[in-house]
Structures are given as structure tokens and as C-alpha cells.
């Protein structure tokens, strides 16, 4: 099992930045990969980004490519998400989430590759 907490969304103006963070727990942290979604009003589930096991490789949503940066520090068992030049449109709940046990071998920007979720963080951006 794998415990997820998101922190440090919140109200920020167009333009501005924001960075989010999940804390895992209840495996080891490196032994899976970590992705990140988010859901807007009215909307489905959508890919942002995902960060390999080791941090080695990351991927992104063509939305977010040259704004965002995944991150994790495996000594923390910490996933970020750094969010620059923030639109109205990445107003959202941001979820993170750990690849599942054992990984289904899908790709890391399909909600299929992870079997655990955090509860989700609000990042609103005002225009």
C-alpha cells in the first residue's frame, strides 16, 4: 500500500507560480514511478506529468511542456510539480499518484499505470 498527501495549491494570479508537493509512504519510494493529474469543473481526470523511478525521465502533457517541471527527491519520498507562467485554464484539483503493485505495464500518461491516489489539491489561477 502507498499513501499519498498533496499540499501547496492554492489562489495564485495568471502569470504567477505555484508548487505543489506529495509526500508518499508505505513502500519504498524509488521502486515506483510517481505522475501527477489534474481534474477541471465540468471536465474528466487528465495527464499533467510523470517522473521515472529513479527521476531519470519525465513526461509531460503538451499543455503544461515548458511550464512545468516533475520532480522527486527519493530521500524525502517527495514528488513535486513546479508550475511557471500559471494560465486561468490550469485551474483545477491536482492529484498525484503512484504507479501500482504490481505495475500494469501501461503508459505512464494513462490513469491505468497507477493504483494508488492522493485526495487532491485545489490550484485556482484568476485572470
Known amino acids: 500500500q502507498v499513501q499519498l498527501v498533496e499540499s501547496g495549491g492554492g489562489l495564485v494570479q495568471a502569470g504567477g507560480s505555484l508548487r505543489l508537493s506529495c509526500a508518499a509512504s508505505?513502500?519504498?519510494?524509488?521502486?515506483?514511478?510517481m505522475g501527477w493529474f489534474r481534474q477541471a469543473p465540468g471536465k474528466e481526470r487528465a495527464f499533467v506529468a510523470a517522473?521515472?523511478?529513479?527521476?531519470?525521465?519525465?513526461f509531460y502533457a503538451d499543455s503544461v511542456k515548458g511550464r512545468f517541471t516533475i520532480s522527486r527527491d527519493n530521500a524525502k519520498n517527495t514528488v513535486y510539480l513546479q508550475m511557471n507562467s500559471l494560465k486561468p485554464e490550469d485551474t483545477a484539483v491536482y492529484y498525484c499518484?503512484?504507479?501500482?503493485?504490481?505495475?500494469?505495464?501501461?503508459?505512464?500518461?494513462?490513469?491505468?499505470?497507477?493504483?494508488?491516489w492522493g485526495q487532491g489539491t485545489q490550484v485556482t489561477v484568476s485572470s
Open positions: 508505505g513502500r519504498t519510494f524509488s521502486s515506483y514511478a
Open positions: 499518484a503512484a504507479e501500482g503493485n504490481p505495475y500494469s505495464g501501461g503508459s505512464y500518461y494513462l490513469e491505468s499505470a497507477y493504483g494508488y
Open positions: 517522473v521515472s523511478r529513479s527521476g531519470g525521465s519525465t
